[in-house]
């Protein structure tokens, strides 16, 4: 009997994708070397014609980008460039990636993965000029409202890469309007879903996926051209890519990505070497969610924080390995993390720290090992949990990684790569909904200026960089004047808040406050902005004794007298503070609410009415700062960034105004004075750390802690392999040791 031939597959070299992705992984695992390339022919042999290739397909990644922003409609993403573009090997591995949202480049290759071990290959089937769509979280991604539309490359009809776009969206259809509601509890109301579904077919979307979004959104338009906007990025670099493989050879381009790729994971374990030492870093993390009191299933109506430790190895062959033992519990709220998630967090703090020559790809990861514990927060065994804001502890966690690698370059010597780190942990601007200015009584949208917003972390060698965010490296608030196209508001100001950086011998950046007019419409109700909620605790210390930076909050003034004062041509608010009294509260007549993020509605706003952010990122100081710098504290005092009160208590640096020089002089003897009189103070209270640590041990075997703490340690007590032994015995505890809660 004849013996059916087997069926050729789409892959390169007639290889099925899956075929293609078992036999990468096996090669790496028995030689160490990605695709075994122990020997690198092609750089050996002309290193200059593979920088070459290496360039080209970086530009038609960037243009990509670019293409993008200037065909979508939305100021999230013309504006502040929320979105980006990389290539991919056939397997789902990173070649290239552009600027923009770093934190996605490697969950965009899980998805890939994820398809070809579900056999679209065979079961969707996969054509030149199809397009797929996915924003489901149980698969991969960082949360519900950043959209990845990835189309293949074919040559010679073999599949040879992938192209990948991914776009935040303002509007998800969601229970609540926006994109990120904090009221999601599962996945059955945190928004519209793509399961790494087919959405284009011959380069044009399919009608079902058209109408799918406009039934299931609340602003659809804007949600649409995005994805044209995606499909014309994919389309524009797939056929630069094909130019690519036309002058360099198909042959040529497969084995160059690979060693593109084996280079970089070589390079990055030699940066480590040369730039850090080895040993162990610890910080612990929490994340809190506060639901007691909202309008949730009342099964979900539960306070907890959770514990969440960074474990950071760094190994003597220059390998990363970040261990998560001891986390506690997923719950039933929107933080929830999930291993590539993490992934994309670890991804986005190297690109930005150690690897920022523009070649990071899949071989930087490589040399990064986690261990992230089944059945915990960071690695939940449901997949009906709400994943609406699930980038909050990622963005809130992983700067923690950023300052315990600059606690390595510190002990190297490489104190201009050491910076105290930055967290989006409450970066203000809300949601909206309601009517428009344009009479449009769906409208739903997030305000998501506070992208290019906020203030970085201090450095060891200089202050902190402002209008920085830690997941968007070429960060951009976008203009007013296009902003007011989308939100039923009026910009009354924007302007740096005094006194909002985090002080140190170097400070964290000072971030951006913004105050908007509500401008023709009968009704907006506004929500909590979409990053994690009330935060008792700070996730950013500082280094070296520099001081957290402030939260951030919103204000909204209703009933006001705006109107009258505009008329009689009399000052309005627009952001500005005299002695710590915002002019919102000075100019205008109303009636005060002050939220800070607790996940509840703040009200219903009308023409007139007005709204302030504060979009801080809790930035971070390094060093102490009673060792800052005179002159400088002088150029925040002469701008007005920094209070006098302030600057004496924080720097102990006393300084009059010259009203004639119109500048701020310092007295120096006096600040001498104040300095040496805050180190005897600082002596009067100190304690051997026998004593403190005597103290301590009494307070926890007391269980002198609020009742959430002591649940937050039960939980990862339980929970955890190696870190519950660490923790009792470096506290002396009985074994097995919990908590008794109240």
């Not at 959104?217 to 906007?229: C, I, Q, S, Y």
């Not at 204000?555 to 008329?567: A, D, E, H, R």
């Not at 002469?638 to 701020?664: F, G, P, T």
Request: charged share 25%; aromatic share 10%; proline share 5%.
């Amino acid at each position: 009997m004849k013996q059916k031939a087997a069926k050729k597959g789409i892959g390169y070299g007639g290889k099925s994708l899956k075929q293609m992705l078992v036999e990468r992984e096996r090669i790496y695992q028995e030689t160490g070397f990605y695709y075994g390339l122990e020997d690198l022919p092609l750089q050996t042999e002309d290193p200059f014609r593979l920088e070459l290739l290496h360039e080209r397909l970086l530009a038609a990644a960037l243009a990509g980008r670019e293409t993008t922003r200037m065909v979508s409609a939305s100021p999230q993403v013309r504006e502040t460039a929320e979105l980006a573009v990389v290539l991919y090997t056939p397997e789902g591995d990173c070649i290239v990636q552009s600027t923009g949202l770093l934190i996605h480049i490697p969950i965009i290759g899980h998805v890939l993965r994820w398809m070809i071990g579900q056999d679209y290959e065979e079961e969707e089937g996969i054509n030149d000029g199809d397009c797929f769509t996915s924003n489901d979280v149980a698969i991969a991604g960082m949360h519900t409202a950043d959209v990845y539309d990835i189309q293949p490359i074919f040559w010679g009809g073999e599949l040879i890469g992938w192209v990948g776009t991914v776009i935040m969206e303002a509007e998800v259809g969601a229970l609540l309007p926006g994109c990120m509601p904090c009221d999601a509890t599962d996945r059955f109301v945190d928004g519209i879903k793509f399961t790494a579904e087919k959405s284009a077919v011959n380069d044009n979307h399919l009608r079902s996926f058209e109408r799918k979004i406009r039934l299931d959104t609340r602003m659809p338009d804007v949600f649409l051209l995005d994805r044209k906007g995606a499909l014309a990025a994919d389309i524009a670099v797939r056929q630069e890519m094909k130019k690519i493989v036309e002058e360099f050879g198909v042959d040529y381009y497969m084995k160059a990505i690979r060693e593109l790729i084996e280079i970089e994971r070589r390079t990055q374990l030699e940066r480590v070497k040369r730039r850090t030492v080895p040993g162990k870093f610890h910080s612990p993390s929490t994340i809190e969610v506060y639901l007691a009191n909202s309008p949730v299933p009342p099964h979900h109506r539960v306070d907890r924080i959770t514990l969440v430790p960074w474990d950071f190895h760094i190994k003597p062959d220059g390998s990363y390995s970040i261990d998560f033992d001891g986390t506690g519990d997923w719950g039933w709220h929107i933080h929830n993390c999930t291993p590539s998630a993490l992934e994309g967090a670890v991804s986005m703090i190297l690109t930005q720290t150690i690897s920022t020559t523009g070649k990071a790809n899949h071989g930087t990861m490589l040399t990064v090992d986690m261990n992230v514990p089944y059945d915990t927060f960071v690695n939940p065994s449901s997949a009906h949990l709400a994943y609406c804001n699930q980038f909050a502890w990622p963005l809130k966690g992983g700067p923690k990684l950023m300052v315990q690698q600059s606690h390595a370059f510190f002990c190297r010597g490489y104190v201009e790569e050491v910076r105290a780190g930055n967290t989006m942990l409450c970066a203000g601007g809300g949601c909206f909904c309601g009517q428009d200015h344009l009479g449009n009584t769906e409208y739903s949208f997030l305000a998501t200026e506070a992208a290019g917003a906020m203030g970085g972390g201090a450095f060891a060698i200089r202050d902190g960089v402002i209008s920085e965010a830690i997941f968007q490296p070429d960060a951009d608030m976008g203009n007013v004047e296009i902003w007011e196209l989308m939100l039923p508001m009026l910009w009354l100001g924007r302007r740096l808040m005094p006194d909002s950086c985090g002080y140190g011998r170097y400070r964290g950046a000072y971030s951006l406050i913004s105050t908007w007019l509500i401008y023709q419409t009968p009704m907006l109700a506004l929500t909590t902005g979409p990053s994690a909620q009330t935060a008792k605790i700070y996730p950013n210390m500082g280094m070296f004794g520099g001081y957290a930076g402030p939260n951030s909050f919103e204000k909204v003034l209703t009933n006001t007298n705006s109107k009258q004062l505009i008329m009689e041509g009399k000052p309005l608010a627009h952001g500005s503070y005299d002695d710590g009294v915002n002019d919102l509260e000075q100019n205008i007549e109303g009636d005060l609410l002050v939220e800070t993020r607790n996940g509840q509605w703040l009200c219903i706003a009308e023409d007139g009415d007005i709204v302030q952010s504060f979009y801080g990122g809790t930035t971070a100081g390094f060093g102490d700062p009673i060792k800052r710098d005179p002159t400088l504290a002088k150029k925040d005092l002469d701008n007005q960034l920094l209070s006098i009160k302030r600057c004496r208590n924080m720097h102990c640096i006393e300084a009059k105004y010259d009203e004639k020089a119109e500048e701020w002089v310092i007295d120096e003897k006096r600040t001498a004075e104040m300095r040496e009189e805050r180190r005897k103070e600082r002596l009067a209270k100190a304690i051997p750390t026998q004593e403190w640590w005597q103290q301590r041990r009494e307070e926890l075997l007391e269980g002198k802690m609020p009742h959430l703490i002591k649940k937050m340690y039960n939980e990862s007590l339980t929970k955890g392999e190696r870190w519950p032994g660490e923790f009792r015995e470096f506290w002396c505890l009985p074994d097995r040791f919990t908590f008794e809660e109240d």
